[in-house]
């Protein structure tokens, strides 16, 4: 086999040591929107403009920012890291960097779960029934922004994405944490 067969076979677009958590995450999230759709759409019209019901959707959302959250904690951990502020504090950096290891371990896995919960959310809140309020609309823009997030990060993996994955991500958050918390 020649070096540069190897080399061809080498380049995927994710990397083989992450095939396993990307494929289990994409699986138990299929699984679950599937699941959690097929019980939405059977629900009575009377329960859908329910006050419980829209604890139904809001418990989505609160179970998507524990995980963006989760998600965000890469760039958080990795820009707090850079800082030149560890002199005294290096068993605290060495702390910092070991959880660090361990949410770029599972980011994609995790961001993966987060936008099937967010798609459940955005579906049961149509249920629900949609406001042209200011929580809406930004969760609206929230939603349309983080569509390229997951595109770019695919590109993100072979380095093609110029800071496309950064700059759409943290222009999601900036819209979820006002979404979330305004």
Do not use: C
């Not at 967010?118 to 200011?134: E, P, Q, R, S």
Request: no cysteine.
């Amino acid at each position: 086999m020649s070096s540069q067969h190897k080399q061809e076979v080498k380049q995927t677009w994710i990397p083989k040591k992450e095939h396993k958590w990307l494929f289990g995450a994409m699986a138990v999230a299929a699984i679950y929107v599937i699941w959690q759709l097929w019980s939405l759409f059977h629900l009575p019209s009377t329960t859908l403009h329910n006050r419980r019901f829209e604890h139904t959707f809001k418990n989505y959302g609160s179970n998507a920012r524990i995980a963006l959250f989760v998600v965000l904690a890469n760039y958080v951990l990795a820009f707090i890291i850079k800082q030149r502020i560890w002199g005294e504090l290096a068993l605290l950096k060495k702390g910092l960097v070991t959880l660090l290891r361990i949410v770029k371990k599972y980011h994609t896995s995790i961001a993966i779960l987060a936008i099937a919960l967010i798609t459940l959310h955005a579906v049961a809140v149509f249920m629900y029934g949609f406001k042209w309020d200011f929580n809406n609309i930004s969760g609206l823009l929230a939603l349309i922004v983080l569509l390229p997030v997951p595109i770019s990060g695919l590109f993100r993996y072979r380095r093609l994405d110029k800071k496309w994955h950064l700059r759409s991500g943290l222009a999601f958050a900036v819209l979820f944490l006002i979404h979330a918390f305004l």
